[in-house]
């Protein structure tokens, strides 16, 4: 028996799920990245009590004081779900594996001025701990934040730190011996430049809130280190000085913050818009840790700019504050 | 300038992983190590040496987003086809529509707790191997969450039980079993959760619940589901390796772990195998092409590819968890007693009951020949006459359910099939009722939380399940009131030949079969 | 108590792309047995089975990354010991 499947029309009988046709209307097609994220997370009442925290419920919005009516308000702008992800990095980790190819073949690294590459390297190797301990805190966010949407954005910005920090590591490997990583791990944990940065993520580590963390890191720290870091020193200062070999291997990092900043900028808009209460947590937690992540990265950024290092932060600042207000952070 | 290229000494992949990983952590100073790390220590487990942990498997992140996205490009495109192709016209037949409402109701929503889970103990376990491999299988999690949805959506578009999923899961009486298994071990330590999930479902029973799905997937023409069901265990390899790394690891440090560790395997083997009674009725009953049964399965992915690995462990003075003979003794009966108890609670669950047909019968006889005609047949033959006659028989009021697994109290004493288990006890002055002494134990261990459990018909009777109706109004009739809350209509359950999906598909695979004037 | 040999399995998808790998686990383990399933192979082996990568460059005739195997594998038992050159599986330790 040959059929012919194709050929013939049937009505479905609806057009999505009971919960997205809810948010989105019976008569409208749900995307992936819907069906894949609202009401995926359990909600109402639950079987039992965490044993590791007795005091709320497994899945409890009550874990920050930020308050939503509905926690699927939070988008993501790019639509992530799972497949469109991966599918997303994995072009970005093509190219920047082209990246390291051609500065490897071409020996680029060893061309390269002694002192840049030097600068270049003790600056940027002593950031694969603090990617990783933004990667510690997103997954903060992931493991105790509420609903799918915000949950499944801080898993992807967690993974992608821990994919950052590796590719810093690579950047070691290529550039000097696997020796060079501990001697990063040594200023990280006890040169004087890196110790109010590494004083700032440990402070998160042990932040109980999780929407305060995430703006700390994601909103404050990564967005004042990715632009003086990566946008100012690596892409501008180094490259002038012939560094350009650096920049093409950190270019994930740029084009990744570009990216991850529409995701974070639409998460902590949603919540500030939703309340006056909201807004003001907000807005109090920003200028916090602000003020410490200007304090943290000055003498990081030093290591590159010396004393030019205040006026390039200005400049990022001045720029920063801007996006803060655009989106009701400050 | 010296640009003298010095060819560098090539790292093998374990010493370049290790760079990767753990390399990337540190011991914080500013802030106690204990209080950075909080939940890894109140179970007892003690850990030495956490660098003495031997990465699974090595993917870095580039590595892992390259092979994934390649799995997921091929995975979608097949879905895309299988959708647009009306590929569930294909299927052997239109019950196999009600093993797909199985899977999504029961199974979707717990990938979805693993994700969270496995985040959460990716956050703290203190040692940086075993949270990269756990973060990473909390990313997969989410892909299998995802996936299922994804693919059972075209199912959804065409045939009932699969809509309101996510609220079923939460709410109806049936579904409580897989998801209190699951919470139970959210809910319980990092170290308990990764022995529960990690090692004693996804290790010691995951083949068991593949191969009824996957293999009956592809035996019944449903190449979505066998699709993303071949995807989904090339994560489940890893996940798997992780399982059984964590296992040694943790017997590995400390003698004082095994009376812990081998409390955990006794309860969660129990649980897993209490859970996969909807695994043994689905392969067992609702499979119009069946692959293999439940007894089958059984014996070789049990007891062959088990006995390997508890003989490995008996290194560490790992004891196969006395709960196994009870499973071996109820072999023969779970699946025969878990769809008579369907069929007669029809009313109640979203997807469809049917009484085996003679051939179904004569199968189920060669397969159980020391119980199915001596136990079940007869039943199964009264009932059909009962269906003939138009006076189907039905249970009326809701089952005794026991306060751990939540499976109603239908199994019988192991060994004397016709002498049905009561097991009881009191806490704090109230009656606990248990399907078995292994729940039994495992309520003993730990009666403060599993005295916390929502059960279907308690609920039911306390009023929780009425939503917003007042049942002080005249008139109030508590069964529609329950039924509205649930938002169980009446074409999602009942007998399947009575349904719309099942007269949907004869008629649509008509029109694909027929040529109409 | 009787001894007895512990087995370890690996399942691929049985596919385009795995065709040279079962071959060359084929060649490398003369002690395992197929047993070709719906879309799948379930390969069994007493005691070890070893996936080498220069054999399965020579059936693929391109460089290959163990780490491929990631997309087709369907599940395994035994104990893991994965680096550049093989892929392990054993209960032997």
Redesign the interface.
């Known amino acids: 028996?040959q059929?012919?499947?194709?050929?013939?029309s049937?009505d479905?009988?609806?057009?999505?799920?009971?919960?997205v046709?809810e948010r989105i209307g019976a008569d409208k097609i749900?995307s992936?990245y819907q069906?894949?994220t609202f009401?995926?997370?359990?909600?109402?009442?639950?079987?039992?009590?965490?044993?590791?925290d007795p005091a709320h419920d497994?899945?409890d919005p009550d874990r920050t004081k930020i308050a939503m009516e509905d926690w699927y308000a939070f988008k993501d702008p790019r639509q992530y779900?799972?497949?469109s992800y991966?599918?997303a990095?994995?072009?970005?980790?093509?190219t920047?594996?082209s990246a390291f190819t051609f500065v490897e073949s071409r020996?680029l690294g060893?061309?390269m001025?002694?002192d840049v590459r030097d600068t270049a390297l003790r600056l940027l190797l002593p950031l694969?701990?603090v990617?990783?301990g933004s990667?510690?805190n997103n997954?903060?966010t992931?493991?105790?934040g509420y609903g799918?949407a915000i949950?499944?954005g801080a898993?992807y910005y967690?993974?992608?730190q821990?994919?950052i920090?590796?590719?810093i590591?690579r950047i070691g490997?290529l550039l000097d011996?696997?020796e060079c990583?501990d001697t990063a791990?040594d200023a990280?944990?006890h040169d004087d430049a890196w110790q109010p940065l590494?004083?700032l993520v440990?402070?998160l580590?042990?932040e109980k809130d999780w929407f305060e963390v995430l703006i700390a890191q994601d909103l404050v720290l990564d967005g004042i280190l990715y632009p003086l870091i990566y946008g100012e020193i690596v892409d501008n200062v180094l490259t002038m000085k012939g560094g350009s070999a650096v920049s093409m291997v950190c270019q994930f990092q740029s084009e990744w913050h570009a990216e991850a900043t529409k995701w974070i900028d639409a998460q902590v808009k949603v919540a500030a818009k939703e309340s006056d209460a909201n807004a003001e947590l907000i807005k109090g937690w920003t200028s916090k840790w602000r003020a410490r992540a200007v304090s943290a990265l000055l003498p990081v950024a030093a290591i590159a700019l010396g004393d030019g290092a205040e006026a390039q932060m200005d400049e990022v600042l001045a720029a920063f504050d801007k996006r803060l207000a655009k989106v009701g952070a400050a | 300038?010296?640009?003298?290229?010095?060819k560098?000494k090539k790292?093998?992949?374990?010493?370049?992983y290790a760079?990767?990983t753990r390399?990337?952590?540190?011991e914080?100073?500013?802030?106690s190590v204990d209080?950075?790390f909080p939940?890894d220590t109140?179970e007892g487990i003690k850990i030495h040496d956490w660098d003495a942990w031997e990465d699974?498997?090595?993917?870095?992140?580039?590595?892992?987003?390259?092979?994934?996205?390649?799995?997921?490009?091929k995975?979608?495109a097949i879905l895309d086809a299988f959708a647009?192709?009306?590929?569930h016209?294909?299927l052997s037949d239109a019950r196999y529509i009600n093993t797909v409402k199985l899977f999504i109701n029961g199974l979707a929503?717990l990938e979805?707790?693993s994700?969270?889970g496995f985040?959460?103990i990716?956050?703290?376990f203190r040692g940086v191997g075993p949270?990269?491999a756990c973060?990473?299988q909390?990313?997969d999690e989410?892909?299998h969450?995802?996936?299922q949805?994804?693919a059972i959506?075209n199912y959804?578009?065409?045939?009932?039980g699969?809509?309101?999923?996510?609220?079923h899961?939460?709410?109806l009486p049936y579904l409580?079993v897989p998801?209190?298994f699951f919470?139970?071990a959210?809910?319980?330590?990092?170290f308990e959760f990764i022995v529960a999930i990690g090692f004693a479902f996804e290790y010691v029973l995951?083949?068991l619940v593949?191969v009824p799905f996957i293999?009956g997937a592809?035996?019944n023409g449903d190449m979505g589901a066998?699709t993303f069901g071949?995807s989904a265990?090339?994560d489940?390899?890893?996940h798997?390796?992780l399982g059984?790394e964590v296992i040694?690891f943790v017997l590995e440090q400390d003698p004082d772990n095994l009376p812990i560790v081998q409390k955990w395997l006794n309860k969660w083997t129990w649980r897993g195998v209490r859970v996969l009674t909807l695994v043994a009725m689905m392969q067992d009953y609702m499979l119009p092409k069946r692959v293999m049964s439940w007894a089958e399965a059984w014996e070789i992915y049990f007891e062959?590819?088990c006995?390997?690995?508890f003989?490995?462990l008996a290194r560490y003075g790992i004891e196969v968890p006395p709960c196994v003979e009870q499973v071996r003794k109820e072999r023969d009966h779970l699946s025969h007693m878990a769809w008579c108890q369907f069929y007669q609670a029809r009313g109640t669950s979203n997807f469809h009951a049917w009484l085996p047909s003679k051939e179904d019968m004569d199968w189920l006889s060669a397969k159980y020949p020391d119980t199915f005609d001596q136990y079940y047949r007869p039943r199964f033959e009264y009932w059909a006459k009962l269906e003939e006659e138009g006076t189907p028989f039905e249970a009326q009021t809701p089952p005794q359910q026991c306060q751990v697994c939540q499976i109603p109290t239908i199994f019988p004493v192991p060994g004397e099939p016709l002498t049905r288990a009561e097991h009881t006890c009191e806490h704090d002055g109230e009656r606990f009722h248990f399907c078995s002494e292994w729940c039994q134990v495992i309520f003993e261990d730990e009666p403060e939380?599993?005295v916390?459990?929502?059960l279907g018909a308690h609920e039911l009777y306390k009023g929780?399940l009425f939503g917003d109706a007042d049942p002080t109004a005249e008139g109030f009739d508590p069964m529609a009131a329950a039924m509205a809350f649930l938002?169980l209509t009446p074409a999602e359950s009942g007998l399947h030949k009575d349904s719309e999906d099942a007269r949907n598909f004869d008629l649509?695979r008509g029109?694909?079969?027929r040529n109409d004037a | 108590m009787t001894e007895?040999k512990?087995?370890?399995?690996l399942?691929l998808?049985a596919n385009d792309d795995t065709r040279g790998v079962i071959d060359a686990i084929e060649r490398d383990n003369e002690h395992a047995s197929f047993d070709y399933?719906?879309?799948?192979v379930r390969i069994t082996a007493p005691g070890t089975l070893t996936v080498n990568r220069e054999t399965v460059e020579e059936e693929v005739g391109r460089e290959f990354d163990l780490?491929?195997l990631?997309?087709?594998?369907?599940?395994?038992?035994?104990?893991?010991d994965?680096?550049?050159d093989a892929l392990v599986l054993s209960?032997d330790r």
Request: proline fraction near 4%; aromatic fraction near 12%; glycine fraction near 6%.
């Open positions: 028996m059929m012919d499947l194709k050929t013939v049937i479905p009988k609806r057009r999505t799920f009971a919960h046709a749900a992936r069906e894949g009401d995926m997370q359990t909600e109402g009442p639950q079987h039992y009590r965490p044993l590791w497994y899945f779900y799972y497949g991966v599918i990095r994995s072009r970005q980790q093509e920047a594996e020996g060893a061309a001025p002694d694969r701990h990617a990783w990667s510690m997954e903060t992931a493991a105790y799918a949950t499944q898993l967690a993974m992608d821990l994919g920090a590796q590719f590591t490997l011996e696997a990583l791990k990280w944990l590494r004083r440990e402070d580590f042990v | 300038m010296d640009i003298a290229v010095t560098k790292l093998g992949l374990k010493e370049r760079l990767m390399g990337l952590g540190w914080p100073t500013y802030q209080d950075v939940m109140f699974p498997f090595r993917l870095t992140m580039d590595a892992y987003w390259k092979y994934q996205a390649e799995k997921e490009r995975l979608y647009q192709g009306n590929g016209l294909t929503p979805y707790m994700h969270r985040a959460h990716g956050r703290q949270r990269v973060m990473m909390s990313l989410m892909r969450a995802q996936t949805v994804h959506s959804n578009r065409y045939y009932d699969m809509a309101n999923f996510r609220h899961h939460t709410h409580q998801r209190s919470e139970d959210a809910t319980g330590g990092p995951t083949n593949f293999s592809a035996y066998m071949f265990q090339s489940e390899a890893r798997m390796t059984l040694k062959e590819n006995g390997a690995l003989r490995d939380k599993y916390q459990a929502n929780n938002k649509w029109l694909a079969t | 007895t512990s087995t370890v399995f399942c998808q399933q719906p879309g799948m780490q491929e990631h997309i087709n594998m369907i599940s395994l038992s035994g104990h893991v994965e680096d550049d209960w």
